[in-house]
């Protein structure tokens, strides 16, 4: 590390500097903050009494000078700025050379450095701002700082700090917010003489399986995304999972290393999670954030915990598409995933399967005895099979059901009589690979679940949100363009700033899409019509929202209150948790999943659609394996 520096007052005055001292988790910010700064790859942390008694922080980073280490403790002395121009491109943690010399003034403070060029290390204790002689002590490498009884000599601060537990719980959040933000360094955090936080350096994906407990690790999925000036990686809970949860404790942003807290970000975050999210539910995350220094100013908050971006703008709208790319590209191989495993049957022994070979022979029998069959347009989700057989269907009991259908690729459906109590369906994908399911509805459960038997998995149907999701999409997919309109007897206007009217006018074709009738006149944006379902909206609010969106992140995700119509409609007109259901209700939701492209795994307020408990799983549970 370079020299100490003791700064001139034309540039201390330039540093938002503040107190640093509040509490004992101040002090290890400062400590772990300095040696990070030094390069350490490994730091252990000890803490006891809730760091009131004593804090100990020990790297193994660069170390410091014999003859540095007195100035360490001198205000404004920092090795990592010199001038006022490097203000502007602070690559470091620290840089207000004020910290040591704040908890020194406050502490029973004892500092021991051996620098990496010099066999020797030395030791300095400063017991209220009294520094003692540098001594020759004994320290492999790095530098071991130990603060005790802090704020012994300001009774009035320590009269503020809170009981042992509510310090301690501030340092262990923190320490665990340090893992996330160097996941590259191995951390040791012991309380009390006790381990209880370690990490191995190995990236990020084992420090989040250090922090989190796997229900919540297990539910997190990557977000990597990159686009010359922004870089952003991390993890994101997945949708309707452990890792969604009540509150925003466990959102981290991690901006250029440093761990900030900033609200509008995480209403971005939100707001891209959008459908995908229940209401008053929150994500876990952590967004690792790197942008070129001189785009963000850390210099603006005593505790460093906030920055100002040179373009928020863009740092918004980069978050949102950052985190709604991986959010659909997860939705979309969990969809792939589901089909997988409902479509692709594992050969088995059960001598009651088709095995692939036996469904060729079927095929065959099928396709010989294709003209013999009453072969028609058939599609199975309109129940117009066969006549007979939609009879058939009425009477019968789901469990004895006696059909066996098979669809070819042709589009021809054929019928074959079998002794199965389960109904087959079989498809020909594109690849013009043999897929087939063979599936049994055992039944409602609580008269709002249903649960199917399929590929050695239990599937729990939300009968509620399945439905809903249903009748949602084909409302969405029916208002494509055609949504009726109903003119305002008093259009809407309202001025706006240029930059917010030429976003909106970018977006105003999409907008119109939806039965809006916008237009934009001069500086003024006028609303002449609105979509007949949304007749008692509050137009104001609608137009607010807008326009906040365009400004937060230069787009309009979705025109959200056409989308929240749409989907209370769907919810109203939904079967309910707690209807009980004939046999055809029951197939009409069930086939949802097994003559569908695009399943859905959540309604549209965010609850799943279905949830599968595997066959290893249950046995698990009755100890039948371990
Ligand atoms: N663990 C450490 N390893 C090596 N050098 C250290 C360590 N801790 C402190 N130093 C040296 O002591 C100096 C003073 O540290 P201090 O934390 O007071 O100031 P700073 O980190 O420069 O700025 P800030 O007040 O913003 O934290 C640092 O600039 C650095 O040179
Ligand atoms: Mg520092």
Same mark, same amino acid.
């Given at each position: ?227 010359? !000036?922004? $870089? ?5 809970? +997945?949708? #309707?999972? %452990?890792?969604?949860?009540? &509150?925003?404790? =466990? /959102? ?50 005593? !505790?460093? $915990? ?5 373009? +928020?703008? #863009?740092? %918004?709208?980069?978050?949102? &598409?950052?985190? =709604? /790319? ?52 058939? $599609? ?247």
């Amino acid at each position: 590390m370079a020299k100490i520096n003791i700064l001139d007052s034309s540039i201390f005055n330039l540093i938002s500097a503040g107190e640093v001292v509040e509490n004992p988790s101040s002090v290890v910010k400062e400590l772990l903050e300095n040696s990070i700064d030094s390069g350490a790859s490994e730091i252990s942390i000890a803490i006891e009494d809730g760091g009131i008694k004593s804090i100990s922080v020990v790297d193994n980073g660069c170390g410091i000078e014999c003859e540095e280490i007195e100035k360490t403790v001198l205000p404004h002395a920092t090795s990592k700025i010199s001038s006022a121009k490097d203000l502007l491109t602070i690559g470091t943690l620290g840089f207000r050379g004020e910290a040591l010399a704040s908890i020194a003034m406050v502490s029973e403070f004892c500092i021991k450095s051996k620098f990496i060029e010099n066999d020797k290390a030395y030791a300095m204790e400063v017991v209220g701002g009294k520094s003692s002689d540098i001594v020759a002590t004994n320290l492999l490498q790095g530098t071991s700082i130990t603060v005790k009884n802090l704020f012994f000599n300001t009774p009035v601060r320590y009269k503020f700090l809170k009981s042992a537990s509510g310090e301690l719980a501030l340092i262990t959040n923190l320490v665990k917010n340090f893992i996330f933000s160097n996941p590259d360094i191995s951390f040791k955090y012991s309380v009390d003489s006790k381990i209880i936080l370690q990490t191995n350096g190995d990236g990020l994906e084992n420090g989040i399986y250090s922090v989190f407990e796997p229900s919540i690790a297990n539910n997190l999925i990557p977000i990597e995304y990159d686009n010359h !000036n922004y $870089k952003i990686t991390g993890y994101i809970g +997945k949708p #309707a999972s %452990n890792a969604i949860v009540n &509150n925003r404790n =466990k /959102q981290i942003f991690v901006i250029n290393g440093r761990v900030i807290s900033d609200n509008e970000l995480s209403c971005v975050v939100q707001n891209a999670y959008g459908e995908y999210l229940m209401k008053r539910t929150f994500p876990i995350f952590i967004l690792d954030i790197l942008l070129p220094f001189d785009m963000v100013d850390v210099n603006v908050h005593p !505790n460093k $915990k906030e920055v100002r971006f040179a373009n +928020k703008k #863009a740092v %918004n709208g980069v978050i949102y &598409n950052a985190v =709604k /790319q991986s959010l659909n590209k997860n939705y979309v191989s969990m969809q792939n995933e589901l089909k997988e495993s409902l479509f692709t049957i594992k050969p088995s022994n059960e001598s009651d399967n088709l095995d692939e070979k036996q469904f060729v022979n079927n095929e065959n029998a099928a396709n010989q005895n294709q003209n013999n069959k009453i072969n028609t347009d058939i $599609k199975q989700e309109e129940f117009k099979i066969n006549n007979q057989i939609v009879e058939n269907w009425g009477k019968n009991d789901i469990d004895t059901l006696p059909i066996t259908n098979i669809k070819f690729s042709n589009g021809i459906t054929n019928f074959a009589d079998s002794n199965l109590n389960d109904k087959i369906f079989v498809e020909k994908s594109i690849e013009k690979q043999i897929n087939k399911v063979i599936y049994k509805i055992i039944g409602q459960l609580f008269d709002t679940y249903i649960l199917i038997e399929c590929n050695d998995r239990l599937l729990i149907v939300d009968q509620h949100a399945t439905h809903e999701r249903i009748i949602f999409d084909k409302l969405i997919k029916e208002s494509e363009g055609n949504i009726d309109m109903q003119q305002l007897l008093f259009p809407y206007s309202v001025n706006l700033e240029n930059d917010e009217l030429a976003g909106i006018e970018k977006q105003l074709d999409n907008i119109n899409k939806l039965g809006f009738q916008m237009e934009i006149l001069g500086n003024k944006l006028t609303l002449n019509a609105i979509p007949y379902m949304l007749i008692d909206m509050d137009i104001s609010e609608f137009v607010r929202d807008v326009v906040a969106e365009i400004k937060e992140i230069n787009l309009i995700s979705s025109l959200p209150q056409v989308r929240i119509k749409l989907a209370k409609m769907s919810c109203k007109k939904a079967i309910k948790g707690g209807d009980k259901l004939n046999s055809d209700q029951l197939d009409y939701v069930v086939n949802y999943f097994f003559n569908n492209n695009n399943i859905a795994l959540q309604c549209p307020h965010g609850r799943p659609t279905v949830i599968f408990v595997s066959r290893t799983e249950i046995e698990k549970m009755f100890r039948r394996i371990v």
